[in-house]
Structures are given as structure tokens and as C-alpha cells.
């Protein structure tokens, strides 16, 4: 029920005219140079104890011949100032051998990691395209005047200030108004560095008469104000709760005098161009979202810790501005609308295949890959080789922009390719909330006990503590046995890269079952569908944003391929019936089966011209229902229902010769007007007046 792996491209680390040069960084650490050998084919391997200093003509030489790998990213600068000094043609590229792996209590045994480390950093990442802010200094300074005043007094020669009040506090008029001040309480803001849009309430200008102290005017609510750069020295809430490092929004404590005086020296540089990464790549027509105003897949919405993605139609709107790049959003994206940029999916599996290839190869064995992002994972990592055991042997680092950019498809690929196990290192308190990392590997420890792997197979590290991260990752895999692995090539989209790196686990897993049921919130699995209640209107069909669902242009069916629902549920917010639910799972035999069919009934021909149209046993129950039941279908009527029996076009011509209007009624009374009523009213009063008389024999 499996595919055979895709044939494995050359590899980057297999190059020839590469140099790989490692150093010891003076006898520090050892080099195992027979495993670096083993698992880096086809290079120059050059080893040093001194490459930075005595041997830096070694360096020279190499980046004289072509491609050089230095395994030291302490002296990156160094080399890379020699390089461009005396224009050597070499392409460089660096990895870290010391911290990572030399400076550890297993360093002896750290030479397959070495080969590892050094083929990942092969793989040269490439930058993604860059967003970009103007800022014209435009500045709102919010606070008590206290501080506000004073810290526009350091700035209004660089920006162009506003002061806005916070307190009610007695503020001394300035000699010179330099800058407005004014007064409100900030209710809402929007937008990022160079479009901030705020709006006030309780807004007043002082009288330009103030002598002793301001005096406001009239306050008044909905003042709207606009600005650069807005500083908040309120001392509260952040004014952003979502986003309080938003380029542009600067925040300190105004009891602070320190971090007031920092929160200067960078608003002062806030005028000009500045780029960030873009760090998601959005293709709204893959999109999930919904359908003709039925909603489905709210995932990036419900993960966004910043309000960059807002929906915007049947798809979602990414705000690369206010995108602080976690990546939840192209992690949880079921169909790829959302990709990480940073880098893209596929080169970092590319990087992973090559890291566990040369590990292998170097003659590694229960091998774990730990992945982790350079604020947090790399000062730790660096702290554990300095005053600690450092990292064992076993455990091969990763760096990542984001933790939380890591998908399904990453981590499933990395036990495919002969990882046992993979660690995703985080804060003890992460600085946004981690739902949809948790997701990822709640659905992927799933899926790898389900086919035999072991029960922590995957999971997080979330620690700020170098020796305890250390003391766990030492513990973990330990007893692991050889097994199988893949070595298939990282290439296509995300939805691509996850089916294939669930067919090439299923190949070798411990366990291969047919299938494995998935937590709520998965990006695979079925559907059950209640056929009896199916009416084939095929309005999930035309839902579905996959194709999974699909119909025939010659007879009623339903058919489905499970290989490519996402779980958006957009067609069970369609489905009229409600007689479809979702089924969290990934079905290995489904990936193979291709599309089968669901329902499939016998057509209805037109009682005029024989063509097959509709659902036989629907219309059926149609006509049943409306013959001599319905006004338009009864007494003189009745004839009309051979409408329904008829296609399309004999329907049309049917009802053009006979000049059959299905809006006609029953003609509508004349309007009366109040004097009719008056009149009717008059004429039954004398009939009752004149009925007494007769009565009382009057008349």
C-alpha cells in the first residue's frame, strides 16, 4: 500500500572542489576525522588546531580553490573580512562544531554529529523578499506629563512630537511650544511602524493663555490621531496586548529611568526605510477559509498571536507589516495557502535529510534531532558547552527562525529519515501562547505511536535552564535499535511533502498499519458520510477547496479522495442533509486507493427527449409530493407536473409554447380606500335598521 521513495538527488555535501576545514580550536575538543570522512563523501577534509591564528594560510588556500566549509562560527567575521579583503572566490559556509558538539562530555563520540552539523550547513538558505516601513517621525508621546514632557524635550529635535497627557496632573505651560500637547485617554490603536492610527477619547487642547498650569478646553470622545511611531509611557497595559514588540510601538515603565533612556536612544533612529523578512508567502487561492459564506478552516486565525490575519472573503488577509514571522499559521495551514519563507518547507527538510544521511553514514546510531530558534536555543546550548556536560553525542541541533514555524510535515519526515526521535526546544514560558506547536505534536506523536515508534518519539523541551535541558536530552533514547529509514528527496509543496512523508514512515515503520485515528483538529483524515440521508445536490462538492470531493458529468455520484482532504469542514457546513461529519485519521491505504465513490444513483430522462438528468429517485419524490397537493400542480393544473419530468431545455420550450407563467396567481382584489370602508359600513347599517323593522312587522 506504499510508494517506493523518489531516487535521492546528489547530494550538496557530495560537491566536488569543496573544502571542509575543521579545527580543534587548539586541541580543545577532539575531531574524529574517519567519521567526518565517512560521512562526508566526496570533499576535501582539511583538519587545524589553530585556523583562526598560525594556520590562517590554510584558510587562504582553500577559498583560493572554490567551495570552503568552516566548521567555527566564533571567527565567522574574521574570515569573511579576509575573504573580502583579498577577493577570494570561495563560496563560504560555517557551522557550529564547537559548542554543539566538541565542547561536551561525549565530544569523543561526537563525530558522526560533526559530519551532521557540517552537511546541513551545506545547504545554503535562501533570504526571503523583504517588507518594507517609511517612517517620517511622525511621534505621539503617551504618558503623565511628568515624563512625557521630558522625554520630548530629548526628542523633538529628531522626531516630530506630539504630547499627549495621560493624568489630570497640573502641567507647567512650556516657555516655547516646541511641540502640541494635548490630552485624552488612548481607547484603540492600529496599524505598525509609519501608519499607526489611534483613536482618543476624552481629547482637549490647552488654551494658548495657560499661565500657571495648562488649561484644557472642552474634552470631546472619537478624536482620531495618526503617527510613526507611538510611545507609551502610561505605565499600564500595553497598549498593543497582542503585540507589544510591534515595530514602531516602544513601551517602558516611567518609573524606569533606565529603560525611558533606552526607549530614547531608539526612538531617536526611527526615521527612514526600514525592511524585515516577509516572512509568510500567502496564496489566497488555496485557501480554506470559506465558501460561499460558510465558514470552514479558521486555523491561522485562531493561532495569530498578533492580529496580522483578518478574513478577507472566502480566504484570510496576512498583514506583513504587523507579522512578527512565528510561523503557527503556515504550520497549522492545511493546504500550503500559507507557507513559512524562513526558509521554505522544502529546503529545511533538504537541510534535515542531508544532517541524518551524514550521520548515518558517519556511523551515528539512535540519533535525535533537536530543534531550536537562536534567541532562546542558542544561548542555551552555548551555556550547557561552557560551564555544563554540554549536548550529548546522540541529540544533532537544528537552528530555526521559529520554533513554532515547525509543521507535521518536518517532524514526520525527520523520524523518516532515520532521526528516533525529535525535541522541540522552547521557553519554560513562551512569549506567545504555543496551541498550535502543541497541535503539531499531539498529531504527529499520534501518528508515530499508532505505527510502532516510541511514546515520546517527539516532543517539546520547554526549559530555560542549560543543565536541564542537558540532564533530559541525555536521558532520551538510549535504548533505541536500528531500524529503517528514507532517504526520499524534499521536493514539492507542503501538502506534497507531508503525503510523502507519511508513505515513506508507513514503509519504514515498526508497525505498519492500514490506520491511525488522529486528534480533533488534524490536517488529515475522511469523511462519514450518512448515504441513505445523501440526496447527491453536490453542494459539498462545489464547497470542497481541495477537489476531495468530486462528482461525473454523466450520471448522479458522489466520489472522494481522502489523500487530499484537509479538514476544513467546509462541506459539512454546506450539506443541506447535515449527514456528513469529518473523521480525523490518516487512512495509508486511502493515499493509494485514489478517489472512490461514495454514492451513485440512477439518472432521471426527460419523459420528452430521453436525455438522463437529476437524481432518479429524487425526482421521483418530488413529483410524488406535489401532484394533486400543490395549487399549481392539482385540478386544472395537474398536466403542469410533467415540468419537473423534463430537462432543462424541453422544460423551457414547454413552458414558452404554453405560455406558462410559475409566478401566476390568483388575481388580487381591488385596494380599498377609506371611504369604501365607510360605505360598506353605511349600506350594512340600514340592511340591520331595516331587518328591525321588518321584524317588528313595521314594514
Same mark, same amino acid.
Given at each position: 500500500m506504499?510508494?517506493?521513495?523518489?531516487?535521492?538527488?546528489?547530494s550538496?555535501?557530495?560537491?566536488p572542489?569543496?573544502?571542509?576545514?575543521?579545527c580543534?580550536?587548539?586541541?580543545?575538543?577532539?575531531?574524529?576525522?574517519?567519521?567526518?570522512?565517512?560521512?562526508?563523501?566526496?570533499?576535501?577534509?582539511?583538519a587545524?588546531?589553530?585556523?583562526c591564528?598560525p594556520?590562517?594560510?590554510?584558510?587562504?588556500?582553500a577559498?583560493?580553490?572554490?567551495t570552503?566549509?568552516?566548521?567555527?562560527?566564533?571567527?565567522?567575521?574574521l574570515?569573511?573580512d579576509?575573504?573580502?579583503?583579498?577577493r577570494?572566490p570561495?563560496?563560504?559556509?560555517?557551522?557550529?562544531?564547537?559548542?554543539?558538539?566538541?565542547?561536551a562530555?561525549?565530544a569523543s563520540q561526537a563525530g558522526?554529529?560533526?559530519?551532521?552539523?557540517?552537511?546541513?550547513?551545506?545547504?545554503?538558505?535562501?533570504?526571503?523578499?523583504?517588507?518594507?516601513?517609511?517612517?517620517?517621525?511622525?511621534?505621539?508621546?503617551y504618558?503623565?506629563?511628568?515624563?512625557?514632557?521630558?522625554?520630548?524635550?530629548q526628542?523633538?529635535?529628531?522626531?516630530?512630537?506630539t504630547?499627549?497627557?495621560s493624568?489630570?496632573?497640573?502641567?507647567?505651560p512650556?516657555?516655547?511650544?516646541?511641540?502640541?500637547?494635548?490630552?485624552?485617554?488612548i481607547?484603540?490603536?492600529?496599524?505598525?511602524?509609519g501608519?499607526?492610527?489611534?483613536?482618543?477619547?476624552g481629547?482637549?487642547s490647552?488654551?494658548?493663555?495657560?499661565?500657571?498650569?495648562?488649561?484644557?478646553?472642552?474634552p470631546?470622545?472619537?478624536?482620531?490621531?495618526?503617527?510613526?511611531?507611538?510611545?507609551?509611557?502610561?505605565?499600564?497595559?500595553?497598549?498593543?496586548?497582542?503585540?507589544?514588540?510591534?515595530?514602531?510601538?516602544?513601551?517602558a515603565?516611567?518609573?524606569?529611568?533606565?529603560?525611558?533612556?533606552?526607549l530614547?536612544f531608539?526612538?531617536a533612529?526611527?526615521v527612514?526605510?526600514?525592511?524585515?523578512?516577509?516572512?509568510?508567502?500567502?496564496?489566497?487561492e488555496?485557501?480554506?477559509?470559506?465558501?460561499?459564506?460558510?465558514?470552514?478552516?479558521?486555523?491561522?486565525?485562531?493561532?495569530?498571536?498578533?492580529?496580522? $490575519?483578518?478574513?478577507?472573503?472566502?480566504? &484570510? =488577509?496576512i498583514?506583513?507589516? +504587523?507579522?512578527e !514571522?512565528? *510561523?503557527?499559521? #503556515?504550520? /497549522?495551514?492545511?493546504?500550503?495557502a500559507?507557507?513559512?519563507a524562513?526558509?521554505?518547507?522544502?529546503?529545511?527538510?533538504?537541510?534535515?535529510?542531508?544532517?541524518?544521511?551524514?550521520?548515518?553514514?558517519?556511523?551515528?546510531?539512535a540519533?535525535?534531532?533537536?530543534?531550536?530558534?537562536?534567541?532562546?536555543?542558542?544561548?542555551l546550548?552555548?551555556?550547557?558547552?561552557?560551564?555544563?556536560?554540554?549536548?550529548?553525542?546522540?541529540?544533532?541541533?537544528?537552528?530555526?527562525?521559529?520554533?513554532?514555524?515547525?509543521?507535521?510535515?518536518?517532524?514526520?519526515?525527520?523520524?523518516?529519515?532515520?532521526?528516533?526521535?525529535?525535541?522541540?526546544l522552547?521557553?519554560?514560558?513562551?512569549?506567545?501562547? $504555543?496551541?498550535g506547536?502543541?497541535?503539531? &505534536? =499531539?498529531?504527529?506523536?499520534? +501518528?508515530?505511536? !499508532?505505527? *510502532?515508534?516510541? #511514546?515520546? /518519539?517527539v516532543?517539546l523541551l520547554?526549559?530555560?535552564?542549560?543543565?536541564?535541558?542537558?540532564?533530559v536530552?541525555?536521558?532520551?533514547?538510549?535504548?533505541?535499535?536500528?531500524?529503517?529509514?528514507?532517504?526520499?528527496?524534499?521536493?514539492?509543496?507542503?501538502?506534497?511533502?507531508?503525503?510523502?512523508?507519511?508513505?515513506?514512515?508507513?514503509?519504514?515503520?515498526?508497525?505498519?498499519?492500514?490506520?491511525?485515528?488522529?486528534?480533533?483538529?488534524?490536517?488529515?483524515?475522511?469523511?462519514?458520510?450518512?448515504?441513505?440521508?445523501?440526496?447527491?445536490?453536490?453542494?459539498?462538492?462545489?464547497?470542497?477547496?481541495?477537489?476531495?470531493?468530486g462528482?461525473?458529468?454523466?450520471?448522479?455520484?458522489?466520489?472522494?479522495?481522502?489523500?487530499l482532504? &484537509?479538514?476544513?469542514?467546509?462541506?459539512?457546513?454546506?450539506?443541506?442533509e447535515?449527514?456528513?461529519k469529518?473523521?480525523p485519521?490518516?487512512?495509508?491505504?486511502?493515499?493509494?486507493?485514489?478517489?472512490?465513490?461514495?454514492?451513485?444513483?440512477?439518472?432521471f430522462?426527460?419523459i420528452?427527449?430521453g436525455?438522463?438528468?437529476?437524481?432518479?429517485?429524487?425526482?421521483?419524490?418530488v413529483?410524488?409530493?406535489?401532484?394533486?397537493?400543490?395549487?399549481?400542480?392539482s385540478?386544472?393544473?395537474?398536466?403542469?407536473?410533467d415540468?419537473?419530468?423534463?430537462?432543462?431545455?424541453?422544460?423551457?420550450?414547454?413552458?414558452?409554447?404554453a405560455?406558462?407563467?410559475?409566478?401566476?396567481?390568483?388575481?388580487?382584489?381591488?385596494a380599498?380606500?377609506?371611504?369604501?370602508y365607510?360605505r360598506?359600513?353605511?349600506i350594512?347599517?340600514?340592511?340591520?335598521?331595516?331587518?328591525?323593522?321588518?321584524d317588528?312587522g313595521?314594514?
Open positions: 506504499t510508494t517506493p521513495a523518489k531516487p535521492m538527488p546528489s550538496p555535501q557530495a560537491q572542489g569543496r573544502t571542509v576545514l575543521v580543534s580550536c587548539e586541541k580543545s575538543m577532539p575531531l574524529d576525522l574517519q567519521a567526518l570522512a565517512k560521512g562526508l563523501k566526496n570533499v576535501r577534509l582539511v587545524a588546531d589553530h585556523l591564528g594556520e590562517l594560510g590554510t584558510f587562504r588556500a577559498a583560493e580553490r572554490g570552503v566549509t568552516v566548521a567555527c562560527t566564533a571567527q565567522r567575521a574570515f569573511e579576509l575573504a573580502e579583503d583579498e577570494l570561495a563560496a563560504l559556509a560555517f557551522a557550529n562544531v564547537r559548542e554543539t558538539a566538541g565542547w562530555a561525549e558522526p554529529k560533526m559530519a551532521a552539523l557540517l552537511a546541513m550547513a551545506t545547504t545554503p538558505d535562501t533570504p526571503p523578499t523583504a517588507v518594507t516601513y517609511t517612517s517620517d517621525g511622525v511621534t505621539l508621546i504618558g503623565p506629563a511628568t515624563i512625557a514632557l521630558e522625554v520630548a524635550a526628542l523633538k529635535d529628531r522626531l516630530d512630537i504630547v499627549l497627557l493624568d489630570h496632573a497640573p502641567a507647567t512650556p516657555a516655547a511650544q516646541d511641540f502640541p500637547i494635548r490630552r485624552g485617554r481607547v484603540s490603536v492600529q496599524g505598525h511602524l501608519s499607526y492610527e489611534i483613536k482618543l477619547d481629547y482637549a490647552p488654551a494658548p493663555s495657560s499661565r500657571k498650569v495648562l488649561i484644557f478646553g472642552q470631546r470622545n472619537g478624536a482620531v490621531s495618526k503617527a510613526d511611531v507611538l510611545i507609551d509611557l502610561s505605565g499600564g497595559k500595553p497598549l498593543l496586548t497582542t503585540a507589544p514588540d510591534r515595530a514602531g510601538y516602544l513601551r515603565d516611567p518609573a524606569d529611568p533606565l529603560a525611558v533612556q533606552k530614547v531608539k526612538a533612529d526611527l527612514g526605510t526600514f525592511d524585515k523578512p516577509r516572512y509568510i508567502e500567502f496564496h489566497a488555496l485557501c480554506a477559509h470559506s465558501r460561499s459564506r460558510k465558514v470552514g478552516c479558521t486555523r491561522c486565525l485562531d493561532l495569530c498571536p498578533v492580529g496580522a $490575519i483578518t478574513p478577507a472573503g472566502d480566504a &484570510v =488577509a498583514d506583513p507589516h +504587523i507579522c !514571522g512565528c *510561523g503557527q499559521c #503556515a504550520a /497549522a495551514c492545511p493546504t500550503g500559507a507557507a513559512y524562513l526558509p521554505a518547507v522544502d529546503a529545511l527538510l533538504q537541510k534535515i535529510r542531508l544532517g541524518a544521511q551524514a550521520y548515518h553514514e558517519a556511523g551515528g546510531t540519533g535525535h534531532l533537536l530543534l531550536h530558534d537562536r534567541p532562546h536555543g542558542a544561548p546550548i552555548d551555556a550547557a558547552a561552557r560551564f555544563g556536560d554540554g549536548l550529548p553525542a546522540h541529540v544533532v541541533p537544528l537552528e530555526v527562525n521559529e520554533v513554532t514555524q515547525i509543521g507535521l510535515e518536518t517532524v514526520l519526515a525527520a523520524i523518516a529519515y532515520g532521526y528516533h526521535g525529535v525535541r522541540l522552547t521557553r519554560a514560558k513562551p512569549r506567545h501562547d $504555543i496551541a506547536l502543541r497541535q503539531t &505534536v =499531539a498529531t504527529a506523536q499520534a +501518528i508515530l505511536t !499508532g505505527l *510502532g515508534f516510541a #511514546a515520546d /518519539a516532543s520547554e526549559t530555560d535552564d542549560p543543565d536541564a535541558m542537558s540532564e536530552l541525555g536521558r532520551i533514547g538510549l535504548a533505541a535499535t536500528p531500524r529503517a529509514r528514507s532517504s526520499f528527496a524534499a521536493i514539492g509543496s507542503k501538502r506534497d511533502l507531508l503525503k510523502l512523508a507519511l508513505r515513506e514512515l508507513h514503509r519504514t515503520s515498526p508497525a505498519p498499519v492500514q490506520s491511525v485515528a488522529l486528534p480533533r483538529g488534524a490536517p488529515l483524515g475522511g469523511l462519514d458520510i450518512r448515504t441513505d440521508g445523501c440526496t447527491l445536490c453536490l453542494s459539498c462538492v462545489s464547497a470542497c477547496p481541495t477537489s476531495a470531493l462528482d461525473a458529468a454523466d450520471k448522479p455520484l458522489l466520489s472522494f479522495d481522502e489523500s482532504c &484537509v479538514q476544513c469542514g467546509l462541506c459539512a457546513a454546506t450539506c443541506p447535515q449527514v456528513i469529518l473523521a485519521r490518516v487512512d495509508f491505504g486511502a493515499f493509494d486507493a485514489g478517489r472512490v465513490t461514495v454514492k451513485q444513483e440512477e439518472p430522462h426527460c420528452s427527449c436525455t438522463a438528468f437529476g437524481v432518479k429517485s429524487t425526482i421521483e419524490r413529483t410524488a409530493k406535489l401532484a394533486d397537493k400543490h395549487w399549481m400542480y385540478g386544472a393544473h395537474q398536466s403542469r407536473i415540468l419537473i419530468k423534463k430537462c432543462d431545455t424541453c422544460r423551457v420550450e414547454a413552458m414558452t409554447n405560455g406558462f407563467d410559475p409566478y401566476a396567481a390568483t388575481s388580487r382584489p381591488a380599498k380606500t377609506s371611504d369604501d365607510f360598506e359600513r353605511e350594512a347599517e340600514r340592511a340591520a335598521a331595516m331587518q328591525a323593522k321588518i317588528k313595521e314594514v
